[in-house]
């Protein structure tokens, strides 16, 4: 086959680039090593960020892109790429906008709370705010625009010249046979190397212990295919961790619960962090416990808001989630200290009630103090994708150490640099699929206008 737009990787990243592209007018052809297009998506929330959308407009929200730029920026300290920052938060209301429209995803506006470190309400996601539902409209969208996805094909050599030019790509089938696809563009969609254990201990050690929550195609291919041809690589030490990984149960505890004025205890029913700063860098401060885990402690009034989540609808049928009608009952339910509960919890009420700020750094200023009946759930730390990647352009071009650009090759989502600087604490919510969406797009219009320009 000779295909002008080829894109590694059937996620939301390779998705977009493969409609953006399309879009174009470039024949595209996705190859996707699963037999059903998933990916780190469809294990995510599906939440995009995006700032001055027509959903926030309608709820009166004001919003734009350099308050969602500065935000981004802020959490990681400035240790970003500002400029890369700034182009995708200008992008992000087209990204959101164009699936909305163009591609028929049911996007709506989550307004019931405001995420850790955004300044304003600007998560868009679908009815059931999960992953799996967002991949479903977007392979819909692939569908009805006749792009070409190849299913259970396993990429694993990438044809170059010595100008570095991909001329093409070899895949494997189930059954061992090969296949060399000819491309004039190539797309990196592949996502990080979250599951490539040698490469989670060579950049980031310190999340080595915590579970691996992720898709298994996370093997860092990407970088090590941009790296033979010369790519530089940036901030690999930084990933996406999450404090709230339902132990035994593999379900994630959405931070909601939390923001809301909920709070984590170790073993011994004590606090030890300020669970607000992110979920991302409450990983390792859960990992650091007594059994590497924690209990995520909040009450009726947070339950509710949860159940908004489908994931955690999931976690309260699976039995993760222990309830009491009093302080002895969740007690006898979790096996926690009543006598430390109690403390914890009495301080708690007082931080609330006369808006202190505790010795961690935290307020619960406009929070409700907990009341009886109680919630509890037993989590632990999990490494969920990584950010770091190869380097890349405004287009998601893949980038020389010399900053000049690789001819045809582009990257988006976990294959390239993302913008949540150099470590885990970097990270706001969102920040993956508004890089892996928005990347994707742009990419997909850059590789299709490259590949009908050589083609020509």
Request: proline fraction near 3%; aromatic fraction near 8%.
């Amino acid at each position: 086959m000779d295909i002008e737009v080829a894109i590694i990787g059937a996620g939301a990243c390779g998705l977009c680039a493969g409609l953006a592209a399309s879009q174009e007018g470039a024949e595209v052809l996705i190859v996707e090593r699963d037999s059903t297009p998933l990916g780190t998506t469809a294990m995510s929330t599906g939440l995009i960020p995006a700032a001055g959308t027509s959903f926030q407009k309608s709820a009166g929200i004001e919003d734009d892109a350099a308050q969602f730029s500065n935000d981004i920026c802020a959490k990681t300290g400035f240790r970003n790429d500002e400029s890369i920052t700034m182009a995708l938060a200008r992008e992000s209301a087209v990204t959101i906008e164009w699936l909305a429209e163009a591609q028929k995803v049911p996007l709506s506006l989550v307004d019931s709370f405001v995420y850790p470190g955004h300044s304003a309400m600007r998560m868009h996601g679908s009815p059931n705010r999960t992953g799996a539902e967002l991949m479903g409209s977007l392979c819909n969208a692939a569908e009805r625009a006749g792009v070409q996805i190849l299913t259970s094909a396993t990429v694993t050599h990438l044809f170059a010249d010595e100008d570095q030019r991909v001329h093409g790509i070899r895949c494997e089938r189930p059954d061992g046979s090969l296949e060399d696809l000819a491309c004039a563009s190539l797309i990196l969609a592949c996502c990080g190397f979250a599951g490539n254990a040698e490469m989670v201990h060579r950049y980031i050690p310190e999340i080595g212990k915590g579970e691996f929550f992720g898709h298994a195609g996370n093997k860092g291919d990407a970088v090590v295919w941009g790296q033979a041809l010369g790519a530089e690589t940036a901030d690999m030490s930084a990933y996406q961790g999450h404090g709230g990984l339902a132990k035994g149960y593999g379900i994630p505890i959405l931070w909601p619960a939390i923001i809301e004025g909920g709070f984590q205890v170790n073993l011994s029913g004590n606090r030890f962090s300020n669970e607000t700063r992110g979920y991302s860098e409450q990983a390792v401060d859960v990992l650091g416990q007594e059994d590497a885990v924690a209990w995520t402690f909040f009450d009726e009034l947070r339950h509710k808001l949860m159940l908004e989540f489908d994931d955690y609808r999931d976690a309260v049928s699976a039995g993760a989630i222990r309830t009491g009608q009093s302080l002895e009952e969740i007690c006898a339910q979790t096996g926690l200290p009543i006598v430390a509960l109690g403390k914890t919890i009495s301080e708690v009420t007082y931080l609330a009630e006369s808006h202190s700020t505790d010795n961690f750094g935290r307020s619960f200023k406009g929070k409700k103090a907990l009341r009886a009946p109680y919630y509890a759930v037993k989590v632990t730390g999990a490494l969920f994708h990584t950010q770091g990647g190869l380097e890349v352009d405004k287009t998601g071009r893949v980038l020389r150490p010399d900053g000049s650009a690789l001819p045809n090759l582009y990257a988006g989502g976990g294959a390239a640099r993302g913008i949540s600087g150099p470590d885990a604490s970097g990270y706001l919510a969102g920040n993956g699929l508004l890089t892996a969406t928005t990347f994707g797009r742009l990419s997909g219009i850059a590789a299709a206008k490259s590949a009908l320009e050589t083609s020509s």
